[in-house]
């Protein structure tokens, strides 16, 4: 990494420090500035994949900084994303799942299965709005639809250590808080890719998903919500599942970073 002398790298216990520079009274704006040229230097010497202009937040900072979305990974910074599990019912009663296929074009996890809806929580966006503009992009359900009766049920936390499958640099640790949300629409509707970035959609019984998931077909984030969905709604249950308590707990597993700024104390 070509580290400028806005940071300061401690090889013993392998941390690097942004510095507050000296004189600035916009030090914010120079922190953020200085972020971006380190991924410049980074990008021009081949060591960073494209840029992506699009930003995401620095989660835990006590004040306003985002890193650029392609170099979140070499950092070990939360990744902050929305997804939404989108179902219907038979008339029988049996739960089936919309569930896309990933373009083989794409540079991360191609063509492997996905969430109908999911995106990762840009700067200066709540977790919500993310959901609806992904909605619109993803899936073409309307903002009417999903702020109505989209429903928040909490958030998976992991830790995931990215292989040849992530488009980037193998081996790089990846946390991440995912806002959960579920979502039931009626035996009429029906998904269709809008972009190239989804090959086709499928509606797939329980069964159907719990086999692809143990073939591996799943973008991990989004096996990880699965799991979640099918605990929630007893698909997963701890009678008959010896790991059923491992399962759970590693689904909400405290990461080993700051989750939001840390609050100021007062001394007297």
């Avoid at 609806?132 to 903002?143: D, F, N």
């Avoid at 009626?186 to 989804?198: C, N, Q, S």
Wanted: charged share 30%.
């Amino acid at each position: 990494m070509p580290w400028t002398s806005c940071f300061r790298v401690d090889t013993p216990r392998k941390e690097v420090h942004l510095l507050k520079p000296a004189g600035r009274e916009d030090w914010q704006h120079a922190c953020n500035e200085a972020i971006d040229e380190l991924l410049d230097l980074a990008r021009a010497k081949n060591l960073l994949g494209k840029k992506r202009n699009e930003k995401f937040p620095i989660v835990g900072a006590n004040f306003d900084i985002a890193i650029e979305r392609s170099g979140i990974s070499l950092f070990g910074i939360i990744g902050q994303g929305a997804h939404m599990t989108v179902y219907t019912r038979t008339p029988e009663g049996d739960m089936k799942f919309w569930v896309p296929r990933r373009s083989a074009a794409k540079s991360t996890y191609p063509n492997m299965l996905d969430q109908a809806v999911a995106g990762g929580v840009a700067r200066g966006e709540t977790p919500f709005e993310c959901l609806v503009r992904e909605a619109g992009e993803e899936a073409a359900l309307s903002e009417e639809l999903v702020r109505q009766n989209a429903v928040p049920v909490g958030t998976v936390t992991w830790f995931n250590i990215s292989d040849e499958r992530a488009g980037g640099e193998p081996g790089l640790m990846n946390p991440g808080v995912l806002y959960v949300y579920d979502l039931e629409v009626g035996p009429d509707v029906v998904f269709k890719p809008v972009d190239d970035d989804i090959q086709s959609f499928h509606l797939m019984g329980v069964e159907e998903v719990r086999d692809a998931m143990r073939r591996g077909e799943f973008k991990p984030s989004c096996a990880a919500v699965v799991i979640d969905f099918f605990v929630r709604h007893r698909f997963i249950i701890g009678e008959e599942e010896d790991d059923y308590v491992e399962i759970v707990s590693r689904l909400h597993r405290k990461l080993p970073f700051r989750t939001s700024p840390r609050r100021q104390t007062r001394t007297s």
